[in-house]
């Protein structure tokens, strides 16, 4: 199962890859279908810490660690409705 909020899904727009600015090459994203999250992004209270190039992109193209976003996702993980797997 894929979930994506709108905020996270307008950021994308119809971007398939982006600059990694720590190796200075084009990227994909990461892909819900294809990749495993655990490979790419581990989470450390709210915030979704990069671990690969992919990760990289994909954290800041769509905005993963802005402060209202990681305000939202804290609260959901306390209510148990964040699905962390």
Known sequence: MS?????CNRFKGSDLCSLDTVTNSVVLL???RSDAWREHFRLIEGHIEPLTPTGRVTTRLLHFNDAAIVDRRRMLIEAGRYPID
């Open 3 to 7: 979930l994506a909020c709108g905020d």
């Open 30 to 32: 990461f892909h819900p």
